[in-house]
């Protein structure tokens, strides 16, 4: 099965910085790459997606990145801001299994 | 459009009972999954269902188990509860078939279950 690894587990950011957080995979059957983001007491919602035909996206402040050949994609946040501290979760998947979520990573915007 | 409705959302249980949650989909999704939530270790995947079928199964023991209605209403039982079963359990929708597009889950709000 997929085995899934996110680093950091736990992010400290100054408001206005950017944040990272990388997402590597085994599956190189994997095709599909989103990240979902959970806020404190709120169900997880997801932010971006990728598909293993392109290797970047971007959508205002937040942009996903894919090495296929290194089975590793990263969520980049910029201009972070108070409200996107929360937790962060990656989930590759092929289309035949399900979303395997990574342990999470937490995220707090220091005003 | 409503979202994804789940009952109970709080629950109290006593161990060697056992519990029934249960999940509404999105109108129109057909696919329902589950996911275990706890504080070490994330969303752990249970089940995932497709028209009445289950397409694919987390490695947790037999005592968790669910099913999928002909609305794709979904439910999903724990006989003989663990204290270590306490998590918030979460489910999903989708409108993508297994194997064709992306599989973009919205979930529920959870059932947050505590085993005394």
């Known amino acids: 099965g997929e085995n899934v690894e996110q680093h950091p587990s736990t992010l400290s950011v100054q408001e206005g910085d950017s944040a990272v957080i990388k997402c590597t995979y085994s599956?190189?059957?994997?095709?599909?790459f989103p990240w979902y983001k959970q806020e404190l007491g709120k169900r997880p919602q997801l932010i971006i997606d990728?598909?293993?035909?392109?290797g970047e996206k971007k959508d205002q402040r937040i942009a996903v990145t894919l090495n296929k050949t290194a089975k590793h994609f990263s969520l980049h946040i910029t201009e972070t801001q108070p409200e996107d501290s929360a937790v962060y979760f990656c989930?590759?998947?092929?289309?035949?299994?399900?979303?395997?979520f990574g342990k999470g990573t937490r995220l707090s915007v220091i005003a | 459009k409503a979202g994804v409705t789940q009952t109970p959302r709080y629950l109290i249980k006593t161990r060697g009972q056992q519990v029934t949650l249960s999940c509404s989909p999105i109108?129109?999704?057909?696919?329902v999954s589950w996911y275990q939530q706890t504080p070490g270790q994330g969303l752990q995947f249970l089940f995932e269902?497709?028209?009445?079928?289950?397409?694919n199964k987390g490695n947790f023991p037999g005592r968790f188990s669910g099913r999928q209605f002909s609305n794709s209403r979904s439910e999903m039982n724990v006989s003989t509860l663990e204290l270590g079963d306490s998590a918030l359990y979460l489910c999903?929708?989708?409108?993508?078939?297994?194997?064709?597009?992306?599989?973009?889950?919205?979930f529920g709000a959870g059932s947050r279950l505590t085993v005394l």
């Open positions: 999903a929708s989708s409108d993508s078939m297994p194997g064709v597009g992306a599989n973009v889950l919205t």
């Open positions: 599956d190189s059957a994997s095709n599909y």
């Open positions: 990728i598909r293993s035909n392109v």
């Open positions: 989930a590759p998947s092929s289309g035949n299994t399900p979303l395997v």
């Open positions: 109108s129109g999704h057909r696919s």
């Open positions: 269902y497709f028209s009445e079928t289950q397409r």
